[in-house]
């Protein structure tokens, strides 16, 4: 087959790419800017267009346009493939129908996927399951790619409810980690968000459940555990729940009848994925740790067990706020979150960068309603502050900062940039 991908360098679509090219399918594709994942593709032999994204690109016929749920119907290669008749799916879409095909393990939750999917795709791993694997994150057991392939029956993807995207999927093994109130821009309310998780649970033959989020789901293919009354597996991640991750992993492991000593085995040697509390205390005299987190919960939880496994260091925070309609939504739980971690000393100082905006994804309105600054003065702390560039942020550093301290780099944004930043700009 001849597949183009429009938005190709995105976290989950790359991978889809790197499953056909290496089943040896012809693929293309366009991005706007480049990146570390473009070039693993070209590499394996895809041909990428960098820049915008131009009707030209799609002169010639291909059997299937694969396009990113980010691209609005204004995009010109969209546009030109409808016309054309050529056959179009979102990435959700092609996902879901190559899960078809295969004996699909789909995590979702408003929190922990990324985690807990490498968490199972190791375990599957370890017991010579040889699983496909797709997953939103890069992983050190994966080469630092985003994307595992098996010569297995088994297929485990990260499944995420933004825009209902899991709903796609017709899982043999859907795991919904927890449900919380997220993507108010397209849900609206939790209530919504409860139904959309219920739906996932309907769509699964079985779906896996933490007994604390038993009743938001009515179906009768639960499989509930209590994590109060399971044995905490030993890992080398700090985090309670992280420990809840493993957990769902094992409990995993357990429906497909593999060995709790295989189980176990796996999860020890697991050393975390990109951007999940990923540390680095050799760059600098103090230790750097990049967090992905975003939402209010996984804020508290993450600034919590850093604390935990740094007891008598000085914490510094540097938080962006991903997209703006989230920032508005959850208003007053980002407050609290930050409120409670300074209130606390879980950290020493929050410094909080501008928000990140999706293009697209925002409206007007909201971005006049809210910014980084009016959550710094709702936070009402002296030790919250606003930063409102990588140079202040990089001459606060430089202040103060010393030998042993912790600088956690918060957000799912291009605040991870600010890490490079900082290695750049080091003397």
């Known amino acids: 087959m001849r597949i183009y991908f429009i938005g190709i360098g995105g976290i989950g679509i790359s991978a889809l790419a790197k499953y056909y090219l290496l089943k040896g399918n012809e693929v293309y594709g366009s991005d706007v800017v480049n990146s570390d994942l473009i ?11 960098i820049g915008p994204q131009k009707k030209e690109n799609l ?16 995009n010109e290669e969209y546009l030109t493939a409808k016309d054309k008749g050529m056959r179009l799916l979102s990435y959700p879409e092609a996902l879901g129908e190559l899960s078809k095909s295969m004996f699909t393990i789909a995590i979702s939750g408003t929190h922990g996927k990324s985690t807990t999917t490498t968490m199972i795709a190791l375990l599957l791993k370890e017991a010579n399951l ?8 890069k992983v050190k057991e994966f080469g630092n790619s985003n994307f595992r392939m098996g010569k297995s029956k088994y297929l485990v993807i990260e499944a995420c409810e933004y825009e209902d995207s899991f709903l796609n999927y017709n899982p043999d093994i859907g795991v919904i980690l927890n ?55 030993i890992l080398n991640i700090p985090g309670e729940f992280n420990i809840t991750n493993a957990m769902f992993a094992l409990n995993v492991a357990k429906m497909l009848n593999i060995k709790d000593e295989t189980s176990l085995k796996a999860l020890s040697k697991f050393n975390g994925t990109w951007r999940r509390m990923e540390i680095d205390d050799t760059s600098f005299d103090f230790t750097i740790i990049n967090d992905y987190g975003h939402h209010p919960t996984a804020i508290k939880v993450t600034l919590k067990a850093i604390k935990e496994k740094y007891p008598t260091k000085d914490i510094y925070c540097l938080f962006q706020p991903h997209q703006y309609e989230r920032t508005f939504n959850l208003f007053d739980d980002f407050k609290d979150a930050f409120k409670k971690a300074l209130e606390f000393n879980f950290v020493k100082k929050v410094l909080i960068y501008d928000i990140y905006t ?27 502050l606003f930063i409102e560039s990588f140079e202040k942020a990089n001459e606060f550093v430089k202040n103060n900062l010393k030998k042993n301290d912790v600088l956690v780099i918060m957000g799912a944004g291009n605040i991870y940039d600010f890490y490079e930043y900082l290695k750049l700009n080091k003397n």
Do not use: W
């Open 130 to 137: 040889d699983p496909t694997v797709i997953v939103g994150t």
């Open 59 to 74: 002169a010639s016929d291909f059997d299937l346009v694969v396009f990113t749920p980010a691209v609005k119907n204004g």
């Open 179 to 233: 449900i919380e109130a997220d993507h108010l821009d397209y849900f609206k309310t939790f209530e919504n968000v409860k139904k959309s998780f219920e739906k996932f649970a309907l769509q699964s033959k079985k779906v896996l459940l933490e007994k604390t989020f038993e009743n938001h789901i009515n179906s009768n293919n639960k499989v509930v555990f209590d994590k109060e009354k399971e044995i905490k597996p």
């Open 358 to 384: 999706v293009k697209g994804r925002e409206s007007e309105e909201t971005l006049k309603k809210v910014n980084s600054e009016k959550l710094v003065q709702a936070i009402n702390d002296k030790n919250c």
């Open 39 to 49: 070039e693993e593709m070209q590499k394996m032999g895809a041909k990428i267009n």
